[in-house]
């Protein structure tokens, strides 16, 4: 079974710096791998889509990688802003029917 | 971009009620949908897949009898729990994936979540 995992569980950092927050799974057999947002008490937000051919997709001042044989994706966040505070969780689809194995998230506070 | 609506937003109801919570694709065709439950500062659990006009596909140690699920129609999903208790207490969660004539594949859209608090 896909297990995710993202690490750290918790991050800390003052406005302007960047964010580099770590997805790692077990079976490099991936469909694709997908970052989300999710705000206190709030569904879900689509931040990248990476299909399981592609390295890296990239979006303003996100930019994730995937590293299919390494079992790692990376999301970069640059030049952090407050409104960036959040927490971030790495998804990996495990087939074609839309099927998603979640790690626990990152959880993000930018302070000012 | 796609919309994905929950309702209701939030529920509180007495230990062995039922309680139906909805999931629309407002502006999209969603040929399948998901439904997830989130325990406080975990993550998302997928609980079971439903496809429009068939039965749903439930994931291990999910209680089919317990968390009745409906895919009446392309842009309907609906999760009834059933006798619900407090242990049931949870964020659930729905998506939904276009398909066809959508032309929305593989990207998910996420609702924005039902609290339910089972008394």
């Known amino acids: 079974k896909q297990e995710v995992t993202q690490i750290p569980a918790a991050l800390s950092v003052p406005e302007g710096e960047n964010l580099v927050l770590n997805c790692s799974f077990t079976?490099?057999?991936?469909?694709?791998l997908q970052w989300f947002r999710q705000d206190p008490g709030k569904g879900l937000t689509s931040l990248l889509l990476?299909?399981?051919?592609?390295r890296e997709q990239t979006s303003g001042r996100l930019n994730a990688s995937l590293d299919k044989s390494s079992g790692r994706s990376t999301l970069y966040i640059a030049a952090s802003q407050p409104g960036d505070s959040a927490t971030y969780l790495c998804?990996?689809?495990?087939?074609?029917?839309?099927?998603?194995?979640f790690g626990a998230g990152t959880q993000v506070v930018v302070t000012p | 971009g796609a919309v994905v609506s929950q309702h209701p937003s939030r529920v509180i109801c007495k230990s062995g009620t039922s309680v139906k919570i909805e999931c629309r694709s407002l502006?999209?065709?969603?040929?399948?949908m998901f439904w997830y439950r989130q325990f406080p500062k975990q993550s998302l659990m997928l609980m079971a897949t439903?496809?429009?006009?068939?039965?749903?596909?439930?994931e291990q140690g999910v209680e089919k009898d317990k968390f009745l699920i409906n895919h009446a129609s392309l842009t309907l999903s609906t999760l009834t729990v059933t006798s619900a208790h407090p242990e049931d207490s949870s964020f659930y969660i729905c998506?939904?994936?276009?398909?066809?004539?959508?032309?929305?594949?593989?990207?998910?859209?996420f609702g924005p979540g039902t609290r339910l608090t089972v008394l």
């Open positions: 998506s939904a994936r276009g398909g066809g004539a959508s032309g929305l594949t593989d990207t998910q859209y």
């Open positions: 079976d490099s057999a991936i469909y694709n």
């Open positions: 990476i299909q399981s051919s592609q």
């Open positions: 998804a990996v689809g495990t087939d074609s029917w839309g099927k998603f194995q």
């Open positions: 502006d999209f065709q969603a040929t399948t």
């Open positions: 439903s496809n429009e006009g068939s039965k749903a596909t439930y």
